[in-house]
């Protein structure tokens, strides 16, 4: 009898263990967000983008090198003015149901972002290609714009003018295909569920259970599945850090991004922490059309009270650098050879004594301060920065801002809606390019509300301009104004600390801030 006992004990042991382990079979990414969407026109969002990068594919693929590769095309020939491209798409290639894809439907996509009834927030990302701005703002036709299907298998693309990362741009997730009788025969859910979902990438969705759970399992019928390591992949889902971070640590995950930053040191000596380069800027924005905010001087004041290198060091960390400009380092100037960032110099400055005389000048004192209200989405690390941010303020101007915290998909309405003050923000680049900044104020109908004719015009000039020494002092010229204008409060250029199991393999970080799964895999 005792050897049963002990023979029964021993069995149940190898249950649980296999239990708790089973993650650790497959590649487990803790998403840091629940994705508004899987539709890669309709989202902005990294958590989005990071899934939609194994469940879509694009015309090109970015590599290790983060150069773009063929991926849905085999091939492209460029003309001679370097304005039309024409794509060929692989033969025999499928979305997940076995449906041909077809330049059609890289034609329906595309002109569905740029279709002014469907309210893309991705528009803009298409602007270069000629008539597509025209036609979202109802000053053209679809007609005019240059996207055409030559043939089933040949797709032609023509540009306003020259553009050295179209190609970049086509790997990017709003120039993905999206299957158009899924999205025609359910317009507003064929995106939010795993039922009859559709794709075109190294992974098809299995299973959704919001604000829980993502699986997606490999693409039998995807082009390059022989490249494919892994049968599934899991992406558990939390806004938390710490309850990431216990995923990882207790085997239900293998990898998550931003750990707590208290927790770097720790992590650091355990050979988990890892940092990835990332072109990206955290900061805040106001919003320039709402009071107090609508007046320049005040939003002046706000930035020059700010105190980034203590936030930096003491709540942020992660090797993050604090930042006085728009435009992260890490970008070349092709003229001179010289990093952007360090050509343009620092943009913002601190200054407490001014800070209280603008704020003074605007009509404030002790006995009437501002309302202010800092907007941010529920995450440990933008509610830390957030009280510092509320703590600079009360001490260098007196001004007590309240904090309000929102749900992602909450949050972002009511950026897009400009239903906020002032609110924690970031931006990482869709293409390495300074363009990929400046492009975000440039736009009508940008967060901040903001509306600059000579800023807009000289963004303009920069898309247009073939001599890339001129192309980029506009560009220089039209970040400046940003700051004249005072429309955001740049805090920190970012890195992407994460948390990653020694035992995973395969993954690549692009300093856009995605991260790679189509090779990844676990080590026996």
């Given at each position: ?19 708790g382990t089973d993650t650790n ?261 106001f919003n320039t059309q709402k ?234």
């Amino acid at each position: 009898m005792k050897k049963l006992w002990i023979l029964l004990l021993c069995l149940l042991m190898l249950i649980l263990a296999g239990c708790g382990t089973d993650t650790n079979d497959k590649v487990s990414y803790a998403l840091e967000a629940e994705p508004a969407s899987l539709d890669p026109a309709m989202t902005t969002g990294l958590a989005e983008a990071n899934v939609q990068a194994e469940l879509f594919e694009g015309l090109t693929r970015l590599d290790k090198d983060n150069q773009p590769q063929p991926a849905l095309a085999d091939r492209w020939d460029l003309s001679a003015d370097g304005k039309t491209y024409i794509f060929h798409l692989r033969p025999g290639i499928t979305w997940s149901d076995g449906t041909p894809i077809t330049a059609h439907d890289f034609v329906y996509s595309w002109m569905r972002v740029i279709d002014p009834s469907v309210a893309s927030p991705n528009a803009y990302m298409m602007f270069i290609i000629d008539g597509a701005e025209a036609y979202n703002k109802k000053k053209g036709t679809a007609d005019d714009v240059g996207i055409k299907a030559l043939d089933d298998q040949t797709l032609q693309i023509r540009l306003k003018n020259p553009t050295a990362y179209f190609l970049n741009l086509t790997a990017f997730h709003c120039y993905y295909p999206v299957p158009e009788a899924c999205v025609r025969a359910n317009p507003d859910t064929w995106a939010a569920n795993a039922g009859g979902f559709v794709g075109c990438g190294p992974f098809t969705l299995e299973t959704w259970v919001h604000s829980s759970e993502i699986v997606v399992k490999k693409n039998p019928a995807y082009w390059d599945v022989d490249h494919v390591r892994s049968d599934y992949l899991d992406f558990p889902i939390s806004e938390s850090q710490s309850t990431r971070l216990t995923l990882v640590e207790s085997g239900q995950a293998n990898m998550m991004v931003e750990p707590p930053p208290a927790e770097q040191q720790r992590l650091e000596s355990m050979g988990l922490y890892q940092v990835a380069p990332y072109l990206g800027t955290y900061y805040y924005v106001f919003n320039t059309q709402k009071a107090p905010f609508d007046d320049v001087r005040v939003r002046k004041a706000f930035a020059l009270a700010m105190e980034r290198e203590g936030l930096v060091k003491h709540i942020v960390r992660g090797r993050k650098e604090a930042a006085y400009a728009w435009v992260p380092p890490g970008m070349k100037n092709p003229a001179t050879g010289q990093d952007f960032r360090k050509e343009g110099g620092n943009l913002q400055e601190e200054n407490v004594k001014k800070a209280k005389e603008l704020l003074k000048e605007a009509g404030y004192d002790e006995a009437h301060q501002p309302d202010v209200t800092i907007l941010f989405n529920t995450n440990e690390m933008h509610k830390a920065v957030a009280e510092a941010v509320q703590a600079m303020w009360q001490e260098n101007l007196g001004v007590h801002a309240e904090l309000t915290n929102q749900e992602a998909k909450v949050y972002l309405a009511s950026r897009t809606q400009g239903n906020y003050q002032v609110a924690r923000a970031s931006w990482v680049a869709d293409y390495a390019d300074p363009m990929t900044f400046l492009d975000v104020f440039a736009d009508e109908e940008n967060d901040a509300q903001y509306h600059n004719k000579a800023y807009a015009d000289l963004v303009g000039k920069a898309k247009e301009e073939k001599d890339p020494g001129r192309r980029m002092e506009y560009m220089h010229q039209a970040e400046q104004i940003l700051f004249d204008d005072c429309v955001l409060i740049p805090i920190y250029y970012t890195t992407q600390p994460f948390v990653v199991q020694p035992y995973v393999k395969g993954y690549h970080w692009s300093p856009l801030g995605l991260i790679d799964l189509k090779e990844a895999y676990i080590e026996k």
